[in-house]
Protein backbone atom coordinates (compact mmCIF):
# COMPACT_ATOMS: atom_id res chain seq x y z
CA UNK A 1 0.00 0.00 0.00
CA UNK A 2 3.08 2.24 0.41
CA UNK A 3 4.01 2.29 -2.96
CA UNK A 4 0.45 3.09 -4.09
CA UNK A 5 0.35 6.11 -1.91
CA UNK A 6 3.56 7.14 -3.01
CA UNK A 7 2.39 6.82 -6.12
CA UNK A 8 -1.07 8.73 -6.42
CA UNK A 9 0.80 11.50 -4.30
CA UNK A 10 3.44 11.56 -6.83
CA UNK A 11 1.08 11.72 -9.70
CA UNK A 12 -1.32 14.48 -7.70
CA UNK A 13 2.27 16.24 -7.32
CA UNK A 14 3.49 16.66 -10.44
CA UNK A 15 -0.64 17.40 -11.83
CA UNK A 16 -0.47 20.36 -10.05
CA UNK A 17 2.74 21.48 -10.94
CA UNK A 18 2.57 20.59 -14.53
CA UNK A 19 -0.85 22.89 -14.60
CA UNK A 20 0.54 25.26 -13.31
CA UNK A 21 3.34 25.60 -15.51
CA UNK A 22 1.01 24.95 -18.27
CA UNK A 23 -1.33 27.44 -17.61
CA UNK A 24 0.74 30.56 -16.59
CA UNK A 25 2.67 33.04 -18.88
CA UNK A 26 6.05 30.50 -18.55
CA UNK A 27 4.60 28.24 -20.93
CA UNK A 28 5.80 30.04 -23.77
CA UNK A 29 9.42 29.71 -22.50
CA UNK A 30 12.00 27.44 -23.87
CA UNK A 31 12.59 25.31 -20.80
CA UNK A 32 8.94 25.57 -19.73
CA UNK A 33 8.20 23.77 -23.33
CA UNK A 34 11.08 20.81 -22.28
CA UNK A 35 10.10 20.25 -18.62
CA UNK A 36 6.08 19.73 -18.86
CA UNK A 37 6.86 16.74 -21.04
CA UNK A 38 9.85 15.81 -19.52
CA UNK A 39 7.66 15.65 -15.95
CA UNK A 40 5.02 14.31 -17.56
CA UNK A 41 7.19 11.09 -18.57
CA UNK A 42 8.67 11.13 -15.30
CA UNK A 43 5.58 10.71 -13.61
CA UNK A 44 4.57 7.79 -16.06
CA UNK A 45 7.63 5.60 -15.30
CA UNK A 46 7.32 6.21 -11.45
CA UNK A 47 3.74 5.41 -11.14
CA UNK A 48 4.72 2.22 -13.14
CA UNK A 49 7.23 1.57 -10.89
CA UNK A 50 5.18 2.08 -8.10
CA UNK A 51 2.30 -0.17 -9.33
CA UNK A 52 4.03 -3.48 -10.29
CA UNK A 53 5.81 -3.07 -6.99
CA UNK A 54 2.81 -2.64 -4.59
CA UNK A 55 0.53 -4.72 -6.38
CA UNK A 56 3.46 -7.27 -6.72
CA UNK A 57 3.18 -7.96 -11.04
CA UNK A 58 4.92 -11.20 -12.53
CA UNK A 59 8.22 -10.19 -14.31
CA UNK A 60 6.32 -12.24 -16.96
CA UNK A 61 3.29 -9.77 -17.06
CA UNK A 62 5.08 -6.39 -16.70
CA UNK A 63 8.39 -5.50 -15.62
CA UNK A 64 9.20 -2.78 -14.12
CA UNK A 65 10.87 0.34 -15.31
CA UNK A 66 14.10 -0.66 -12.75
CA UNK A 67 14.40 -4.05 -14.23
CA UNK A 68 13.98 -2.65 -17.83
CA UNK A 69 17.04 -0.23 -16.77
CA UNK A 70 19.28 -2.43 -15.78
CA UNK A 71 18.29 -4.87 -18.48
CA UNK A 72 18.75 -1.97 -20.97
CA UNK A 73 22.82 -1.71 -19.55
CA UNK A 74 23.39 -5.23 -19.50
CA UNK A 75 22.91 -6.24 -23.04
CA UNK A 76 24.16 -2.55 -24.62
CA UNK A 77 26.47 -4.76 -26.98
CA UNK A 78 23.33 -6.74 -28.17
CA UNK A 79 21.39 -4.14 -28.03
CA UNK A 80 23.52 -2.21 -30.26
CA UNK A 81 24.42 -4.90 -33.06
CA UNK A 82 20.09 -5.23 -33.21
CA UNK A 83 19.98 -1.90 -33.51
CA UNK A 84 22.42 -1.80 -36.42
CA UNK A 85 20.76 -4.80 -38.15
CA UNK A 86 17.39 -3.34 -38.36
CA UNK A 87 17.41 0.25 -38.39
CA UNK A 88 20.38 1.01 -40.07
CA UNK A 89 20.29 -1.54 -42.55
CA UNK A 90 17.02 -2.76 -43.02
CA UNK A 91 14.60 0.30 -42.17
CA UNK A 92 16.83 3.06 -43.12
CA UNK A 93 18.05 1.51 -46.44
CA UNK A 94 14.64 0.76 -47.71
CA UNK A 95 13.76 4.22 -46.44
CA UNK A 96 16.02 5.62 -48.79
CA UNK A 97 15.16 3.56 -51.77
CA UNK A 98 11.37 3.36 -51.41
CA UNK A 99 11.62 7.60 -50.86
CA UNK A 100 13.88 8.23 -53.49
CA UNK A 101 12.05 5.86 -56.34
CA UNK A 102 8.26 7.18 -54.90
CA UNK A 103 9.97 10.58 -55.67
CA UNK A 104 11.22 9.98 -58.86
CA UNK A 105 7.78 7.96 -60.31
CA UNK A 106 5.63 11.14 -58.74
CA UNK A 107 7.36 13.56 -61.33
CA UNK A 108 7.15 10.60 -63.96
CA UNK A 109 3.12 10.48 -63.19
CA UNK A 110 3.14 14.24 -63.28
CA UNK A 111 4.18 14.05 -66.97
CA UNK A 112 2.30 11.38 -68.25
CA UNK A 113 -1.32 11.74 -67.88
CA UNK A 114 -1.60 7.39 -68.23
CA UNK A 115 0.74 7.16 -65.16
CA UNK A 116 -1.61 9.47 -63.42
CA UNK A 117 -5.17 7.44 -63.58
CA UNK A 118 -3.51 3.90 -63.70
CA UNK A 119 -0.62 3.95 -61.45
CA UNK A 120 -2.12 5.53 -58.59
CA UNK A 121 -5.40 3.56 -58.56
CA UNK A 122 -2.98 0.51 -58.14
CA UNK A 123 -0.62 1.85 -55.91
CA UNK A 124 -3.83 2.88 -53.53
CA UNK A 125 -4.68 -1.32 -53.72
CA UNK A 126 -0.80 -2.45 -52.97
CA UNK A 127 -0.70 0.34 -50.48
CA UNK A 128 -3.73 -1.68 -48.83
CA UNK A 129 -2.48 -5.19 -48.31
CA UNK A 130 -1.41 -6.46 -44.97
CA UNK A 131 2.51 -6.62 -43.80
CA UNK A 132 1.96 -10.01 -42.45
CA UNK A 133 1.14 -10.83 -46.12
CA UNK A 134 3.60 -10.04 -47.84
CA UNK A 135 6.69 -9.52 -45.41
CA UNK A 136 7.05 -13.51 -46.20
CA UNK A 137 6.70 -13.50 -49.75
CA UNK A 138 9.43 -10.95 -49.43
CA UNK A 139 11.53 -12.93 -47.03
CA UNK A 140 11.52 -16.19 -49.55
CA UNK A 141 12.46 -13.73 -52.53
CA UNK A 142 15.21 -11.88 -51.10
CA UNK A 143 16.55 -13.92 -48.39
CA UNK A 144 17.09 -13.90 -44.78
CA UNK A 145 19.20 -10.75 -44.62
CA UNK A 146 19.03 -7.43 -44.27
CA UNK A 147 17.47 -7.24 -48.08
CA UNK A 148 14.15 -8.81 -47.24
CA UNK A 149 13.79 -5.95 -44.88
CA UNK A 150 14.64 -3.44 -46.79
CA UNK A 151 12.14 -4.60 -49.48
CA UNK A 152 9.12 -4.93 -47.11
CA UNK A 153 10.30 -1.09 -45.85
CA UNK A 154 10.30 0.29 -49.89
CA UNK A 155 6.88 -1.27 -50.19
CA UNK A 156 5.72 0.26 -47.20
CA UNK A 157 7.07 3.66 -47.70
CA UNK A 158 6.60 4.09 -51.17
CA UNK A 159 3.16 4.77 -51.81
CA UNK A 160 2.73 7.47 -49.03
CA UNK A 161 5.84 9.43 -50.17
CA UNK A 162 4.18 8.86 -53.74
CA UNK A 163 0.51 10.41 -53.24
CA UNK A 164 2.01 13.16 -51.29
CA UNK A 165 4.52 14.27 -53.67
CA UNK A 166 1.56 13.77 -56.12
CA UNK A 167 -0.60 15.60 -54.45
CA UNK A 168 2.08 18.33 -53.13
CA UNK A 169 3.04 19.05 -57.14
CA UNK A 170 -0.32 20.19 -57.77
CA UNK A 171 -0.56 22.47 -55.14
CA UNK A 172 0.91 25.80 -57.30
CA UNK A 173 -2.20 27.77 -58.93
CA UNK A 174 -2.61 27.71 -62.31
CA UNK A 175 -1.74 31.72 -62.07
CA UNK A 176 1.16 31.08 -60.88
CA UNK A 177 2.25 28.63 -63.59
CA UNK A 178 0.53 31.04 -66.14
CA UNK A 179 2.87 33.85 -65.08
CA UNK A 180 6.30 30.98 -65.32
CA UNK A 181 5.52 30.55 -68.48
CA UNK A 182 5.14 34.00 -69.54
CA UNK A 183 8.56 34.59 -68.69
CA UNK A 184 9.02 31.85 -71.18
CA UNK A 185 10.26 28.85 -68.67
CA UNK A 186 9.99 25.57 -69.70
CA UNK A 187 8.87 22.49 -67.61
CA UNK A 188 11.98 21.68 -65.53
CA UNK A 189 12.63 25.55 -64.64
CA UNK A 190 9.01 25.36 -63.67
CA UNK A 191 9.51 22.44 -61.90
CA UNK A 192 12.63 23.40 -60.07
CA UNK A 193 11.69 26.93 -58.85
CA UNK A 194 8.04 26.99 -58.40
CA UNK A 195 5.96 23.85 -57.93
CA UNK A 196 8.89 21.94 -55.91
CA UNK A 197 9.28 24.72 -53.57
CA UNK A 198 5.06 24.85 -53.11
CA UNK A 199 5.21 21.12 -52.58
CA UNK A 200 7.94 20.73 -50.48
CA UNK A 201 5.68 20.81 -47.05
CA UNK A 202 3.89 17.87 -48.99
CA UNK A 203 7.12 15.97 -49.32
CA UNK A 204 8.39 16.36 -45.77
CA UNK A 205 4.61 15.48 -44.59
CA UNK A 206 4.78 12.02 -46.53
CA UNK A 207 9.03 11.79 -45.47
CA UNK A 208 7.38 12.12 -41.87
CA UNK A 209 5.36 8.90 -42.20
CA UNK A 210 7.17 7.15 -43.67
CA UNK A 211 9.80 7.45 -41.16
CA UNK A 212 7.74 5.74 -38.98
CA UNK A 213 6.49 3.03 -41.38
CA UNK A 214 9.84 2.16 -42.17
CA UNK A 215 11.06 0.85 -38.72
CA UNK A 216 7.94 -0.89 -38.05
CA UNK A 217 8.25 -2.79 -41.13
CA UNK A 218 11.82 -3.85 -40.99
CA UNK A 219 11.10 -4.83 -37.18
CA UNK A 220 8.02 -7.14 -38.54
CA UNK A 221 9.59 -8.45 -41.39
CA UNK A 222 12.21 -9.75 -39.03
CA UNK A 223 9.42 -12.09 -37.72
CA UNK A 224 9.05 -14.39 -40.34
CA UNK A 225 13.12 -14.75 -40.85
CA UNK A 226 16.27 -12.97 -40.16
CA UNK A 227 20.11 -14.15 -39.17
CA UNK A 228 20.32 -14.19 -35.54
CA UNK A 229 20.75 -10.66 -34.97
CA UNK A 230 17.73 -7.72 -35.20
CA UNK A 231 15.17 -6.20 -33.03
CA UNK A 232 12.38 -8.45 -34.33
CA UNK A 233 14.36 -11.40 -34.07
CA UNK A 234 15.18 -10.87 -30.29
CA UNK A 235 11.92 -9.89 -29.72
CA UNK A 236 10.46 -13.01 -30.66
CA UNK A 237 12.87 -15.23 -29.07
CA UNK A 238 12.78 -13.24 -25.95
CA UNK A 239 8.68 -13.34 -25.97
CA UNK A 240 9.48 -17.30 -25.90
CA UNK A 241 12.56 -17.15 -23.36
CA UNK A 242 9.70 -15.12 -21.24
CA UNK A 243 12.36 -12.84 -20.94
CA UNK A 244 9.85 -9.54 -21.09
CA UNK A 245 12.22 -7.30 -19.66
CA UNK A 246 14.36 -7.60 -22.82
CA UNK A 247 11.20 -7.29 -24.79
CA UNK A 248 10.88 -3.85 -23.06
CA UNK A 249 14.75 -2.98 -24.14
CA UNK A 250 14.03 -3.57 -27.26
CA UNK A 251 11.17 -1.42 -27.46
CA UNK A 252 12.73 1.54 -25.60
CA UNK A 253 15.62 0.69 -28.46
CA UNK A 254 12.98 1.19 -31.30
CA UNK A 255 10.97 4.16 -29.50
CA UNK A 256 14.36 5.78 -28.79
CA UNK A 257 15.62 5.31 -32.81
CA UNK A 258 12.33 6.23 -34.37
CA UNK A 259 11.76 9.63 -31.97
CA UNK A 260 15.16 10.32 -33.05
CA UNK A 261 14.33 9.65 -36.84
CA UNK A 262 11.07 11.37 -37.17
CA UNK A 263 12.41 14.73 -34.80
CA UNK A 264 15.69 14.72 -37.42
CA UNK A 265 13.52 14.85 -40.59
CA UNK A 266 10.53 17.20 -38.78
CA UNK A 267 14.30 19.43 -38.14
CA UNK A 268 15.31 19.51 -41.74
CA UNK A 269 11.85 19.98 -43.33
CA UNK A 270 12.00 23.57 -40.66
CA UNK A 271 15.49 24.51 -41.93
CA UNK A 272 13.97 23.97 -45.45
CA UNK A 273 10.09 25.36 -45.52
CA UNK A 274 10.73 28.04 -43.13
CA UNK A 275 8.70 30.04 -45.51
CA UNK A 276 5.80 28.21 -44.87
CA UNK A 277 2.90 29.31 -42.52
CA UNK A 278 3.25 26.18 -40.27
CA UNK A 279 6.79 26.90 -39.38
CA UNK A 280 6.46 30.56 -38.17
CA UNK A 281 6.51 30.92 -34.46
Known amino acids: MI???FAAAFWAGA????????NSSLARQRWAQLFVPVLFGVTILVVWECVV?????????????????????????ILWADFLQTFVKGALSGYI???????????AIDRSEFL????????NFVAALPI????????MWFGFDWQ?????????????????TVQGLAESSAMQRDLMRTYGAGYWPTLLKLRLPAAMPFIFNGLKISSTLALIGAIVAEFFGSPVVGMGFRISTSVGQLALDMV???????????????????????????????QRR
Not at 116 to 123: A, F, H, K, N, T
Not at 149 to 162: D, E, G, N, Q, R
Not at 252 to 269: H, Q
Open 3 to 5: WLA
Open 15 to 22: WWLNSRIA
Open 53 to 77: RGLQVPLVILPAPSLIGARFAAEIP
Open 97 to 107: IGCGAAFLTAI
Open 116 to 123: QRGLLPVG
Open 132 to 139: IGTAPILV
Open 148 to 164: SKAAVVVIMVFFPMLVN
Open 248 to 278: WAEITVAAIAGSLFYGAVALIERGVTFWHPS
